[in-house]
């Protein structure tokens, strides 16, 4: 009577079985790090387009507090709170060099 036994290749199978576990896990890993770093990129342009409009809504507050403190809009708004200009004002010294202004009226 005749046996017929298979291979006995178990280390053989066991090793294939783990190489391909870790390749399946790798590829796994590589594609979990792709999608994590595209997603940072995004993020990261998102936070580029805030910092853009940041910078325009900066400089146009800018514009208009330069608007307002114009010497000639200052003129318009003292002329018209009837402010008049001190020709001789008096200072009076404190300590750390600051000056106040003295009115006489």
């Known amino acids: 009577m005749t046996y017929?036994?298979?291979?006995?290749?178990?280390?053989?199978?066991?090793?294939?079985?783990?190489?391909?576990?870790?390749t399946i896990f790798s590829a796994s890993w590589g594609v979990s790090l792709y999608n994590q770093s595209v997603n940072f990129s995004h993020n990261i342009i998102d936070q580029e387009k805030l910092v853009r409009r940041a910078e325009v809504e900066n400089a146009e507050l800018k514009?208009?507090?330069?608007?307002?403190?114009?010497?000639?809009?200052?003129?318009?708004?003292?002329?018209?709170?009837?402010?008049?200009?001190?020709?001789n004002p008096e200072y009076i010294r404190l300590n750390n060099n600051q000056q106040v202004s003295v009115n006489n009226q």
Do not use: G, H, M, W
Request: charged fraction near 25%; avoid cysteine.
């Open 63 to 87: 514009n208009r507090l330069y608007q307002q403190i114009d010497s000639k809009n200052l003129e318009v708004l003292a002329n018209e709170k009837s402010f008049v200009i001190e020709k």
């Open 4 to 22: 017929i036994q298979p291979n006995k290749n178990n280390k053989i199978n066991f090793l294939t079985s783990i190489l391909i576990l870790i």
